[in-house]
């Protein structure tokens, strides 16, 4: 049984950005997404366990790091990044 209070039990699929019959569809995008580390609860505490960008990406292009990186040759721009962010750390500009 998953405990969904319990991080240990959390289930995903595990993906990894690759170029596909798109290409490389960062050049898709109009706006991308940009990390103030100042603001990421990864780096603001050494003990959190956050990485929701990373679990949340539909492109599995957020490395699951301290910070997280973006891989923007892949985004797509969707935004969930930034709306699942608990800290609103992670804004959209305009390319």
């Given at each position: 049984?998953?405990?969904?209070?319990?991080?240990?039990?959390?289930?995903?699929?595990?993906q990894h950005p690759?170029?596909?019959?798109?290409?490389?569809?960062?050049?898709?995008?109009?706006?991308?997404?940009?990390?103030?580390?100042?603001?990421?609860?990864?780096?603001?505490?050494?003990?959190?366990?956050?990485?929701?960008?990373?679990?949340?990406?539909?492109?599995?292009?957020?490395?699951?790091?301290?910070?997280?990186?973006?891989n923007l040759e892949?985004?797509?721009?969707?935004?969930?990044?930034?709306?699942?962010?608990?800290?609103?750390?992670?804004?959209?500009?305009?390319?």
């Open positions: 049984m998953v405990n969904s209070r319990d991080p240990k039990s959390t289930i995903a699929a595990v690759a170029e596909g019959e798109g290409g490389k569809t960062g050049t898709w995008r109009t706006f991308k997404p940009v990390l103030d580390e100042k603001k990421c609860v990864l780096m603001k505490n050494p003990k959190a366990r956050c990485h929701s960008c990373w679990m949340y990406c539909p492109e599995a292009i957020i490395t699951r790091t301290r910070p997280p990186r973006i892949y985004c797509k721009g969707c935004g969930i990044c930034v709306v699942e962010c608990p800290q609103k750390a992670i804004k959209m500009e305009e390319e």
